[in-house]
Structures are given as structure tokens and as C-alpha cells.
């Protein structure tokens, strides 16, 4: 009752709903700004201006001051009634919209606190929440409410539709006994599914955990990759100076010397100008005798002299700049820059030979120990370790801690088997094949597509090759072989997982005239 009267207070006398925007007039009256402008429109024409509740008149167009207490209090009022706000729903025997608190089934009419007990003394109504709408409530065939619910047919249904409609003979429950019914299977069920949520929680824990490591874990990784580039662009800074400087100190040895020639030139460059113009003084004399005396001491002393061309100058102005000690200069800096990220890195990369005495008849082998192609059989001599049944090949040394990585080329043609090997494999018989046993890891790559194999179990991988070039990644305590894909972006195609007891081998499988070759 309480809340209906202060609903009351609440409303605009004009359109009698709460007060939107609430201002005030001298009067003191309250009105909602866009009613009160309306009306003050209206009046303006007929020449005269007053309050619409207490007629006060205005000589002029009122001033409208808004009232920021009211509309406090007004958003407070709708905040702790939001459904009733909402929907609208009033009393149906109120002369004033006031709000009703529940709707009668029956009678289908809304009711406030007031009425309540005026609608529900004669008999027991079922009453709901306020309700504009009574679909779902009452039967749609004959707009009787529901009261009983067919399990044949999964609804809801009044009583003449058990009686002498569609459902006649069925056996129906109680809506309330169907209802206890439902709610204990749905517990049971609630049972059934609190494990199952207890245990996707504990997962999405353990992944928000994994996330957390993750994150920390490239932030990490981040840190040290900028600490690693920062390194290097200062090894890189005195690499670049180094060389320059080497540069700077044979050109300034070079030009010195160069200077020193032009200088010495020019000095017996300016005694020959001398001499010359002497003897053309002498060639103007017309005395015989001192012609003859005078060009004996000049010929005497000119044929002293040493040859100009024979001061050995010219041999200094055919040096260069030795580009091969700067060249080696910047092999050494950069091999050095290198070699400090690889250890950085804790990779190492090892120089991986063929060894030839494993090498099948048709693999023949380059010089540098370095290739392994597929031909004619060859002519080879015995060997212990020599592959037989397969075209295949082993490496030496055997790998056998540590982290390494290598790359192999591919030429693209043919079937080309990469992968690591114990030395125990099987060198002959159907064992021997490094697809067909426990003691290899290996990837192959044929017809356009990767396939990866161990211990006679296989899997195609949904990638195509896209470039031939292929990266090898060997972790051997952490157990992890992986191979990547060296095209722009890299990409990984697999990683095998697996406790390793013995040294590992890199090994060829080569068919159709194949051909690969170590890049370390």
C-alpha cells in the first residue's frame, strides 16, 4: 500500500506517469519538463500562462527550474520496482495507475496489494506474477487453465482436453505432482553434471595456469631475443669498426706511400725541367768554344745521373687494397657473432659427414661427404655396417647429448626419406627399412606431402611441401626430434617424442634417383 501511494506521489498530473526530467514552477508544483513545455505552448496562444494544478496565474512565460531532489528520488522508486517499470502492468480496479503485485488466472485481471485480498476471498484463484499475457497458461483449444500434464504426449493440458479431447484415455499427472516429478529428475541430473562441471573447471584452472606460464614464459623469451639482438648490434658496431678501420689504416698506407712516389717524381720532375732548359740555352750559343766546353760538363753530368724511370716508384702505384684481409676480417667477426648466439641459445651445430661404409650400393656419395644421391649400383666393397635391402645411408659421429640443429636440402626429386637412427638398426631384411622399426624416426617426402614414420606407423601430414629446405631439431635429453619447413614464414611439421638410449644417426632413405644434401 505503501509503495502504491508513494507511486502516486510520484506521478506527473499530466500524464500521469513518473516524472521524466521533473521541473518546478513558483508554485511549487512538480511536472515532467516536456508535459509542462506542452501545455505552456498551448497557453502562450491563448494569451495567458498558469499552473495546471493550482491555476496560479503568470503575467509572463514561467521559468522552469529543474528539480534534481524528485528525480533522484524518482530513478531510486523505479530502481527497486524494475519489473513493474517494465512491463506496466496496473491494477485493473484502481481508478489511479497503480501497480499490480500479482494477476489472477481466473479472472484474468491484475491486482494491487489493496485488492489482493478482495479478489481471492471467495475462492482459492491462482495467482502469478504480473502478466499482461496469459499464453502458456491456458489451454489454447479451450481456453481452460492447465492443470493436468500427458507424458504420451509431452504437454501440458486443461481438463476437457483429458475428458473428451485429444488426450481422452491418456494417463495424465497433476501439473504439481508432474512438476515434483521433473524437478527430482533434473536434481538427479544436477548430480550427474556437478562432476563433470568440478572437472571443466579444474581444467580451465589449469589452462588459466598454463596461460600464466606461457605468458611469463614468452615475456621471458622476448627479454632475452632483445637482449641477444642488443649483443649483437654491438658486436655488429665493432665488427663494422674493425673493419673500416682496417679499411681507413692500408688506404692510409697505401696513399702515403703513393704520396711519397708523387713527391720524389716531382723532384726529379722539376731537375729534368731544370736540365732541359739549359741544354735549349746552350743550343742558342753561337760560340763555338764554349758551346763545346760548356755542353761537355752538361752531358757529363746528365749522364750521371740515374735513370727516372728506374727509381722502382711504379711498383708502389700498382698496390691495392687488400680486400681478402678484410673480407676474412668480416667472415671471423660475423662466424664469431654467430657462434656466441648459437651458444646463447644452448644449440649447437655440428658438422654431420656421410659415412660411407653404411652406404647402400645405389647411394652414391659426394667427395665432401656431404650428399647422398640414388644411382646404378655401384661397385663397394664389403662392410660390416653396409645397408643391403634398402637404399639408405648413416652419418658419423653418433649424437648422443645435448641440443643440435642442422638443416638438409632436398633436390626435389624422387622419394626422399630424412630422419635420425640408432646404430643397432637392422642392415638387412624388411627390419633394416627406417620406416619398418623401433630404432628410427623419420620423414618422408613424396608426391607432394609429408608423411612421418616410426616403428611401421605412419601419419600424413596436412601441410605441402612448399619449399625444399628443411631444418632438423634435436633435443637429446628432453627427448625431441622435430623437423621445420624453411620457407618465409618457417613452419613446423612434426615433432617425435621419445626416451633415446642410444647415439643417434642422421639417415637417408633415397628412391627414383633422389638426391639430399647436409647443410650444418
Known sequence: MASAELREELNCSICLSLYTDPVSLRCGHNFCRSCIVSVLDAQEAAGGYSCPDCRAEYPERPALEKNRKLENIVERFSSTQPDMEKTRIYNTYCDSPTPAVRTCLQCETSVCEEHLADDNKSMNHNLLEPTLTFKGQKCSTHNEILKYYCPIDIVCICESCWVAGDHKGHDVELLDMASETTKEKLEKFLDDLNPQKTQIQTRVKHLQEHKRKIQEKASDKRKNISKIFMDIKEKLEIAEKKALSEVSRQEEKIVSQISDLIRKLEIQNNELSRKMRHMEEMCRVTDPVRLLQES???VSSHGGDEDTGGDGGEVGTEEDLDEVLISLILYRSMRDIVTNVTLELGIHVPDILL???????????????????????????????????????LSRPGLSSGRHYWEVVWDQIGICG?????????????QSGIVYNDKSWSLYMYDGQYGVYHNSLGLILNVKPTCPKLGVFLDYEAGRLSVYELCDPIRHLHTFTASFSEPLHVVFHLYD?????IRS
Open 296 to 298: 761537355d760538363i752538361t
Open 355 to 393: 659415412n660411407v661404409d653404411t652406404a647402400h650400393r645405389r647411394v652414391k656419395i659426394s667427395e665432401d661427404l656431404k650428399i647422398a644421391t640414388e644411382s646404378e649400383e655401384q661397385e663397394k666393397p664389403e662392410s660390416p655396417g653396409r645397408f643391403v635391402t634398402f637404399p639408405q645411408v
Open 418 to 430: 630424412i630422419g635420425l637412427s640408432y646404430p643397432s638398426i637392422e642392415r638387412d631384411g624388411g
Open 513 to 517: 634417383k633422389a638426391s639430399v644434401k
